[in-house]
């Protein structure tokens, strides 16, 4: 199964003002991910999702419901919001991620 790995930095989130884990783990929305079209390309809704807090060691895994485009970033790589269901905070356990804060892992 195809599973999104985003990062919700604590650090982040206190410095400029971004949406927090707990708050996108409350709203089941992950805020302007930046996502590469050969990554979009392998997901679709029912794909699991996992939110990460590497900050704080902090996981939740759930379902992707949608990818809803937000802009694009300075380079042209176009921006997600990404909406998830069925979430629940499950033991840390460390994903490696893009720079931009995503990843896609295949089980």
């Given at each position: 199964m195809t599973t999104l790995v985003v990062n919700a930095p604590h650090r982040r989130a206190e410095k400029e003002g971004a949406r927090s884990f707990d708050e996108t783990f409350k709203k089941g929305v992950g805020?302007?991910?930046?996502?590469?079209?050969?990554l979009f390309a392998r997901l679709s809704p029912g794909c699991g999702v996992v939110l990460l807090c590497k900050d704080r060691g902090r996981r939740a895994?759930?379902?992707?419901?949608?990818?809803?485009?937000?802009?694009?970033t300075n380079s042209g790589i176009s921006r997600y919001d990404v909406y998830m269901a069925n979430m629940r905070e499950?033991?840390?356990?460390?994903?490696?991620?893009?720079?931009?804060?995503?990843?896609?892992i295949d089980s």
């Open positions: 805020d302007g991910y930046a996502i590469a079209r050969s895994e759930g379902t992707l419901v949608e990818l809803k485009p937000n802009g694009k499950v033991k840390y356990k460390s994903e490696q991620l893009n720079r931009n804060g995503v990843a896609i």
